[in-house]
């Protein structure tokens, strides 16, 4: 229930903070009435920062946080189910019903004609390293104080597949950060990992797949968000996300059906906005 999870999070950023990770500090607990005095981090965030500077110094200070997350072992108060193939296909899925189908109006066969794809990408995903990992590493999660960063929104921390915070950060479609920057920012987490070279050399291989995952779900999220809560704020990143997608799908041709609704979607989303909304952003495909 409620208070348990509040319990789990307060030990877990407790644990946390014991080894050295730069999340907020927790001041007190009441479990009865479900309150958690946190320290206040600000309004700063690395997504606000990088908006008005162009600069991804923050950035870097925040993947030298994550490869020290990422050599946590079995912290207390971490989600105990780990994050794996289930979850991917989880993810695709939800992918499928909210944006292709319940978004974008494509019929419920799309299903079937993308599993096969989904399942490869799933099991190519699942032999990528893991460790104790955030989930949602977004620009909007990592604030800037004094000299530091923080993390925030550690609820769904659990042992899974360390590559996706890292493509959470550099594809993240809040920011659609220029490819140079990317390479920057996968360089640095590299050279501050503590993973051995094969390891590195199996993250760097399988990136690229690591990257597709994340932004599908991404997707999923900003068409559900939009569509079902009405919150069409988060619609504006629907065309970041899908192009990333698209981009990474063109050099390499494991997922030819994916790559080609994505296409399709594309180009309805830019004609329509076009010609039905040339002053607004609202549903555009």
């Given at each position: 229930?409620?208070?348990?999870?509040?319990?789990?999070?307060?030990?877990?950023?407790?644990?946390?903070?014991?080894?050295?990770?730069?999340?907020?500090?927790?001041?007190?607990?009441?479990?009865?009435?479900?309150?958690?005095?946190?320290?206040?981090?600000?309004?700063?965030?690395?997504?606000?920062?990088?908006?008005?500077?162009?600069?991804?110094?923050?950035?870097?200070?925040?993947?030298?946080?994550?490869?020290?997350?990422?050599?946590?072992?079995?912290?207390p108060g971490r989600v105990e189910v780990e994050f794996d193939l289930p979850d991917l296909l989880f993810e695709t899925n939800y992918f499928t019903r909210h944006f292709l189908i319940g978004y974008c109006n494509f019929p419920e066969s799309i299903q079937d004609a993308l599993s096969s794809e989904f399942y490869r990408l799933a099991k190519i995903v699942s032999l990528s390293p893991k460790g104790l990992m955030h989930r949602d590493f977004?620009?909007?999660?990592?604030?800037?104080?004094?000299?530091?960063?923080?993390?925030?929104?550690?609820?769904?921390?659990?042992?899974?597949?360390?590559?996706?915070?890292?493509?959470?950060?550099?594809?993240?479609?809040?920011?659609?950060?220029?490819?140079?920057?990317?390479?920057?920012?996968?360089?640095?987490?590299?050279?501050?990992?503590?993973?051995?070279?094969?390891?590195?050399?199996?993250?760097?291989?399988?990136?690229?797949?690591?990257?597709?995952?994340?932004?599908?779900?991404?997707?999923?999220?900003?068409?559900?968000?939009?569509?079902?809560?009405?919150?069409?704020?988060?619609?504006?990143?629907?065309?970041?996300?899908?192009?990333?997608?698209?981009?990474?799908?063109?050099?390499?041709?494991?997922?030819?059906?994916?790559?080609?609704?994505?296409?399709?979607?594309?180009?309805?989303?830019?004609?329509?906005?076009?010609?039905?909304?040339?002053?607004?952003?609202?549903?555009?495909?």
């Amino acid at each position: 229930d409620n208070s348990e999870r509040l319990l789990r999070y307060a030990k877990l950023l407790t644990n946390l903070i014991n080894r050295e990770i730069p999340v907020p500090n927790v001041y007190a607990v009441d479990e009865s009435a479900g309150i958690m005095l946190m320290e206040d981090v600000g309004s700063l965030s690395i997504y606000n920062w990088y908006r008005a500077t162009n600069d991804p110094e923050p950035h870097l200070r925040a993947v030298s946080v994550l490869t020290k997350i990422h050599q946590l072992g079995d912290v207390p108060g971490r989600v105990e189910v780990e994050f794996d193939l289930p979850d991917l296909l989880f993810e695709t899925n939800y992918f499928t019903r909210h944006f292709l189908i319940g978004y974008c109006n494509f019929p419920e066969s799309i299903q079937d004609a993308l599993s096969s794809e989904f399942y490869r990408l799933a099991k190519i995903v699942s032999l990528s390293p893991k460790g104790l990992m955030h989930r949602d590493f977004q620009s909007q999660n990592i604030f800037i104080v004094p000299g530091a960063v923080r993390v925030v929104d550690f609820q769904g921390a659990r042992r899974g597949f360390i590559g996706y915070d890292l493509a959470s950060l550099v594809e993240d479609p809040y920011l659609n950060l220029p490819e140079s920057i990317g390479k920057i920012i996968i360089s640095h987490y590299l050279t501050k990992s503590e993973l051995s070279l094969d390891e590195k050399k199996k993250l760097l291989d399988l990136y690229p797949f690591i990257a597709i995952q994340r932004l599908l779900q991404a997707t999923a999220a900003y068409a559900y968000l939009s569509r079902v809560e009405g919150k069409w704020q988060f619609e504006r990143f629907i065309i970041p996300a899908s192009e990333r997608i698209l981009k990474l799908l063109a050099k390499r041709n494991f997922f030819p059906t994916l790559n080609n609704v994505l296409e399709e979607v594309l180009f309805r989303a830019k004609f329509e906005m076009q010609s039905r909304y040339p002053t607004q952003t609202r549903r555009f495909v």
